[in-house]
């Protein structure tokens, strides 16, 4: 089963499932990105922060598959975030990944203390005329920040990619981009372990239609209008996470998911109004 395709706000169109590449790295790496695109992934996540960058430019490479059937995604670390800087970090990626654009580029947090984002913006605006770019997007972007870019440049992200799993629903920000026109992807959809795939409400509806527990939860985030980018290095894994379009949820199994959300569910230390980006 192909895997479906979203139209974003520019209109350039984003597999509904990706891989994510965080900690995935060297050798075993790159077998482990190459098998997934074998298996049938469109869509690879990776950032210069995970130093995963190369590997998923090789897997690319060795993959076979035409580079114009693939869509890339990378970002642009914190300390970056000023014009020169990032135009200078894009290029940099892309030769890292022995690519000639890439087809969408976050900037990966906004860093609201330093303040700069507006800037790096404007750098993501200037590298997508420039033909470096197809499409551009943030990640755990508040709305007051993507209100701010928004009105000083006049163009809105393709995409926000924010943390989402059972524990963290996100019903805010998943309506704001929605209000804004733009596409909510998922990182860390799972969330963290395998406490959410544990849950009773999971494991009932694992059994009732014969799925996984992740495959469930992936499914909640499909239903949702959420793109998520779960990350394996499991072969099975990697197969079930994109099997997830041949049944639906209903709306009150949704809820019923929706409701194992907690005060505290936000993984440590990744509110975007504090978060300290490392170098």
Request: negative net charge; charged residues 25%.
């Amino acid at each position: 089963m192909k895997t479906p395709l979203i139209t974003m706000n520019d209109g350039h169109r984003i597999p509904s499932v990706g891989l994510g590449t965080y900690q995935i790295r060297g050798g075993e790496g790159l077998d482990q990105v190459l098998t997934a695109i074998q298996s049938g992934y469109r869509l690879l996540d990776t950032s210069t922060n995970y130093d995963s960058e190369g590997i998923v430019g090789e897997a690319i490479r060795r993959s076979g598959i035409p580079r114009s059937e693939l869509f890339v995604t990378t970002k642009l670390p914190g300390k970056y975030h000023p014009f020169d800087d990032a135009l200078a970090m894009i290029q940099e990626s892309l030769f890292r990944m022995g690519l000639e654009y890439f087809d969408l580029y976050l900037i990966h947090w906004p860093l609201p203390k330093r303040g700069l984002y507006v800037e790096a913006w404007k750098a993501l605006i200037q590298a997508q005329k420039l033909g470096l770019i197809r499409s551009i997007g943030v990640s755990n972007f508040e709305p007051e920040h993507l209100d701010k870019i928004i009105e000083e440049t006049g163009v809105t992200p393709a995409v926000n990619q924010i943390e989402i799993h059972p524990y963290w629903v996100q019903e805010r920000m998943v309506n704001a981009n929605k209000e804004r026109g733009i596409v909510t992807e998922a990182w860390s959809p799972l969330g963290r372990g395998n406490d959410a795939m544990e849950e009773t409400v999971i494991t009932n509806l694992a059994e009732k239609y014969g799925k996984t527990a992740g495959q469930i939860i992936l499914r909640w985030h499909a239903e949702r209008g959420v793109l998520p980018i779960p990350k394996s290095r499991n072969l099975v894994h990697q197969r079930e996470n994109l099997e997830i379009f041949d049944f639906e949820l209903t709306q009150d199994e949704i809820e019923q998911i929706n409701s194992l959300e907690k005060s505290d569910g936000r993984i440590d230390g990744q509110d975007p109004n504090e978060y300290e980006e490392f170098d």
